[in-house]
């Protein structure tokens, strides 16, 4: 079955300093995708990034910067510079495809990241 | 409309009660699919549907939960007999298809207490 941990329940830092979110998965499929999603205190899941099992590069939106290795089952999330907005929940999810997708997406139990002033 | 709404946004009900979760997916998008997050479990799959047909059932927490979509567009949550576990915040997503290859567009989620 798969599963998904992110192991930092919560992660403090300070305007401007860099962070990265750890991500580990598992799975047995050999064809998945993998999704960071972001809460804000709002609480509506905004959508962040989609990557599949075949497509290792790694890949930078603005300040934000994705880092999968399927050597380690790892799907690290970086960023960059930052902001008090960015505090928020983020999760790490994972879809199977050998189930036709039928199955949903299997969340971490997410990373509470603050950003203080 | 713009996003998947789902209402009502807010319910506090007894225990032993019959609740209905609303979910308004995005028009046009085939995939429907239901979580529950709470602070125990974080966030869990629950059931999803592509059309009206929901393929597996086996992600609902007991047979006092069902949901049924119709008209390929709007899906009810039902939870009968609620129990104070049943608790959590209840989320819906919708996709333009099958497969995880599709970004999942989420609601603003109904809380649910159960006293």
């Excluded at chain 2, 008209?71 to 497969?99: F, K, M, N, P, W």
Aim: glycine share 10%; aromatic share 12%.
């Amino acid at each position: 079955a798969q599963k998904v941990t992110q192991a930092q329940t919560e992660i403090s830092v300070v305007e401007k300093e860099d962070v990265t979110l750890d991500c580990v998965y598992e799975t047995r499929d050999t064809t998945y995708y993998l999704f960071w999603y972001k809460q804000p205190p709002s609480g509506e899941l905004v959508f962040l990034i989609r990557r599949n099992s075949f497509d290792e590069q790694n890949e930078i939106s603005g300040r934000y910067s994705w880092n999968f290795q399927k050597s380690t089952s790892s799907f690290n999330f970086t960023i960059t510079a930052s902001q008090v907005v960015d505090s928020a929940v983020y999760f790490c999810a994972l879809s199977e495809m050998e189930g036709g997708g039928a199955d949903g997406l299997t969340f971490g139990k997410g990373t509470h990241l603050i950003i203080q002033p | 409309g713009a996003g998947v709404s789902q209402s009502p946004s807010n319910k506090v009900t007894e225990k032993g009660k019959d609740v209905e979760l609303r979910c308004d997916p995005i028009s046009g998008h085939t995939a429907l699919y239901w979580y529950r997050q709470s602070l125990g479990q974080g966030l869990e799959f629950l059931i999803y549907f592509q059309g009206n047909s929901a393929p597996d059932k086996s992600g609902l927490p007991s047979d006092r939960f069902s949901a049924e979509r119709t008209g390929g567009s709007v899906s009810t949550l039902t939870i009968q007999r609620t129990q104070q576990e049943d608790s959590a915040v209840y989320l819906c997503a919708s996709s333009h298809g099958l497969a995880g290859n599709n970004e999942q567009f989420f609601g603003p989620g109904t809380r649910l207490t159960v006293l």
